[in-house]
């Protein structure tokens, strides 16, 4: 007995170095898959500096990234630049919610019932090949210059991706699978909540991760209707007064925040989908 317990513990002591030493290999492939996306963002930001400080570049036509820097700063010290995030972020937010919303409820009735479809798909559509841009100027004749034509146009935007990806996905969903639950008396409600729309999931996922990237390019041109705050507006003030910096302040906020929420549909993603074998 003494010499099984002998064993066992020489087995474990010789198991735990290599327990540690696979979880510092893990951690040093997590940390390498986190660095690894920022390496040519950083490469491009020293080129653009060193670029800079030869005399390459102009700094009326691009200023080097030190001096955008300070003026990010500035902004940010005054207050300035938090009242426009906040107030392009609101606004994100709201149109994403209403386009997004609605997108999500009609992809999920066309997906579902066919009359719904032979009713509804083919206006939607039609509509969906209208530019959203091209409807500035009836924007403007409906809702006048406030806050509603700025979530009017993000709004639109955002609907097709949701609307298309659900659409897709509630059709895409194996058909096996359904009669298979329908084999062991899954019906109605629980059928549609525990098989349907899992299914359906990875495909919404991918309209939502779409609609969130869409939703700053949309903001950008809304932001231009005569907005009285924004980074838009705050970006096209600076333009006014060829503050190239502050320029450029705001089309990399616009970047940073699209990363963000790029970002975040990915965690949705595998939180959501931690179950799948493709998210894990």
Avoid: C
């Amino acid at each position: 007995m003494s010499a099984i317990i002998t064993n066992n513990a020489a087995t474990a002591s010789t198991h735990k170095p290599k327990a540690a030493a696979t979880r510092k290999g893990r951690g040093a492939e997590v940390w390498k898959e986190r660095l690894l996306p920022w390496l040519l963002p950083v490469a491009l930001i020293l080129a653009w500096e060193f670029a800079a400080r030869v005399g390459w570049l102009s700094s009326r036509i691009l200023p080097e990234p030190w001096a955008v820097a300070r003026a990010a700063w500035s902004l940010t010290v005054s207050g300035e630049l938090w009242t426009h995030v906040r107030i392009s972020a609101w606004r994100a937010i709201s149109g994403f919610a209403v386009g997004g919303g609605l997108g999500l409820l009609l992809g999920l009735l066309t997906g579902t019932f066919k009359q719904a479809e032979t009713l509804l798909d083919t206006s939607i559509q039609m509509i969906r090949n209208i530019p959203a841009l091209a409807l500035i100027p009836l924007v403007i004749l409906w809702f006048g210059i406030d806050e509603s034509s700025k979530l009017f146009l993000v709004s639109i935007g955002v609907f097709f991706p949701v609307y298309l990806n659900t659409f897709h996905g509630i059709r895409s969903v194996d058909k096996g699978l359904i009669e298979m639950a329908r084999s062991y008396g899954l019906s109605g409600w629980p059928l549609y909540r525990d098989v349907i729309l899992p299914g359906a999931l990875p495909s919404i996922l991918v309209g939502v991760r779409f609609a969130l990237g869409l939703v700053w390019v949309l903001l950008i041109v809304a932001e231009t209707i005569s907005a009285q705050a924004g980074i838009g507006y705050m970006t096209m003030n600076a333009r006014e007064f060829l503050q190239t910096d502050v320029v450029l302040v705001g089309i990399l906020l616009y970047a940073l925040l699209g990363k963000l929420a790029d970002m975040l549909a990915r965690g949705l993603e595998r939180y959501w989908l931690r179950w799948h074998p493709g998210y894990q």
